[in-house]
């Protein structure tokens, strides 16, 4: 059965206190894993996408990274504007989306 | 428009009472799928459109979901005889590519709250 797991379940860091977020997945036949965001109220909003192991997206403060089981979401040096929860999810050969339960991420200043 | 776009953002409805919920895909999108988040969970894979053919369904939760988007274009979900388990956000997504493959974009969604 096709699933993803995501950890922690909350993370509070400082301003500037980088970190990482892990998602663990099982899916047949994987045809992509995608890192949204999600702020309260919102839809998730499309960070990155990753098609193979060893693959690395960047934008901004946030990178992406891809193993044959895992996916990790670095964040350097975050700022508050980066609180959010951050959602991983498995594409498979039908299109649909399997989601973890996401990483709520609190920055302080 | 210029986003996915869904209406209304917030309903109550009472036990028992049926409700319709809207959205607009971005035009000249082909897929569209419907999702079902609760509350501090990821969202959940409800049913999916290739233009106006409803190709995957499996993960309406009973017979009293039902979609549909006759036209190609707008998609209603239905939810008949609402139960308090289907209080939730329910969230509309689109994209350019079959079975939405390399992504879609989301819309806000639509909370429901059955009372």
């Known amino acids: 059965e096709d699933q993803v797991t995501q950890s922690p379940e909350a993370l509070r860091l400082q301003e500037g206190e980088s970190s990482s977020l892990n998602c663990s997945y099982t899916?047949?036949?994987?045809?992509?894993l995608f890192w949204y965001r999600q702020d309260p109220g919102k839809g998730p909003e499309f960070l990155f996408t990753?098609?193979?192991a060893g693959e690395e997206k960047e934008k901004e403060r946030l990178k992406a990274t891809l193993t044959k089981k895992e996916s990790f979401l670095h964040i350097t040096a975050p700022k508050p504007e980066d609180s959010a929860t951050y959602l991983c999810a498995v594409q498979s050969n039908t299109g649909k989306l399997i989601f973890g339960q996401g990483t709520t991420l609190q920055v302080k200043p | 428009g210029a986003g996915v776009s869904q209406s209304p953002r917030y309903k109550v409805a009472k036990r028992g009472q049926d409700v319709a919920l809207r959205c607009d895909p971005i035009s000249g999108h082909v897929s569209l799928f419907w999702y079902q988040q609760a509350l501090g969970q990821g969202p959940e894979f409800l049913t999916y459109?290739?233009?106006?053919?409803?190709?995957?369904k499996s993960g309406l939760p009973s017979d009293r979901f039902f979609a549909e988007r006759p036209e190609g274009s707008v998609s209603t979900l239905k939810i008949q005889r609402t139960q308090q388990e289907d209080s939730a956000v329910y969230l509309c997504?689109?994209?350019?590519?079959?079975?939405?493959?390399?992504?879609?974009?989301f819309g806000s969604g639509t909370r429901l709250t059955v009372v």
């Open positions: 990753l098609y193979s």
């Open positions: 459109f290739q233009n106006e053919a409803q190709l995957d």
């Open positions: 899916v047949s036949g994987l045809r992509g």
């Open positions: 997504a689109s994209s350019p590519k079959d079975r939405g493959l390399e992504g879609y974009t």
